[in-house]
């Protein structure tokens, strides 16, 4: 996950400088990873393995997402390595890359339609199977192309017996997944679903799980934000250093809609409101941030007027 913040980092702030200084870094703790293979080709370590507050089987040493991560990791490093015209360090990447996926998807259980949580020190493969694998697997691009609706209908409509999420960190992961399969309807729905109750408790602060019997003041509070200001706000950054961004609301019902979203330029403001048929989009962008206004197709029957300011 660390190899994964450093390149969101790059891409929120845009600073290369620092991310040509720690890049080998990332290439370093990615090899440390690599020779922490077992002879399943699969990541495995004796530690805290845990992702999420669940049932899952992950007290072992070889834990499914835990090389779903590696792979993820490996993605935000080819990334790094674009940004960086590193194209040297890319191709042993993409090698190790293609080893990983080919045998994490040897682990795929035809009978259950899912992958296992892990596999014991004595060999034999799990019997749980969790949710959190199969969104994985699809936020990564790992899955076979011939299991992908298998793994999506995993997410979306829990099969008995396989264990569900327990936390809203864990969410996170779930609603990318979701963002990049084009469910953003459902992505609102679930943020209602588990946060209002939250609300309705009484609480001012995010739990560590979705139920009520653990910590009550918990660092998960931002993930709601974040999709809400992608999806109902509808601001989306399309180049690193946020240089340029998209606006793209999807109203979801309501009325009306007023936020800001951070840049190293200052803040981009975006407000809209409907008025009849209307739907009225006021957007205040820092001096030298390129902003697009495009339609999304939640908006049929709405006439958009777009009013772009400079700060």
Known sequence: MWGIAVWEYFWYSGDRTFL??????????????ANMLD???????????????TGADQDRNTVTHNTMFFIGAIDAAL??????????????????????????????????????????????????????????SILYDIVEKKHHVAALNNVLNKPDGMVGIGSPFALLYLYEMMDKEGLQDEIIESIYRNYEEMLRQGATTVWEQ???TRSHCHAWSSSP???????????RQTAAGGKSFEVSPMPNGLGWADGAVATPFGPLHVKWEIAG???????????????AFKRHK??????????????
């Open 39 to 53: 002879e399943n080709g699969l990541f495995t370590g004796n530690y805290w393995n845990m992702f999420d507050w």
């Open 79 to 136: 990334k790094c390595a674009d940004a960086l015209d590193d194209t040297k360090n890319a191709a042993g990447l993409k090698k190790l890359r293609t080893k990983l996926k080919r045998n994490v998807n040897r682990l795929w259980d035809t009978e259950k339609n899912a992958y296992p949580d892990s596999i014991h020190d004595d060999g034999t493969i799990s019997p749980s199977v969790c949710q959190h694998t199969s969104f994985l």
């Open 20 to 33: 040509k200084q720690i890049f080998p870094a990332v290439l370093k703790n990615l090899k440390g990873a």
């Open 225 to 235: 934000i974040y999709f809400l200001n992608r999806i109902v706000l509808g601001v």
């Open 210 to 212: 979705l139920r009520d």
């Open 277 to 291: 048929r209307s739907l009225k989009i006021g957007i205040t962008a820092p001096a030298g941030v390129k902003v």
């Open 298 to 311: 939640t908006l049929k029957g709405l006439n958009p007027q777009v009013e772009i300011k400079r700060r």
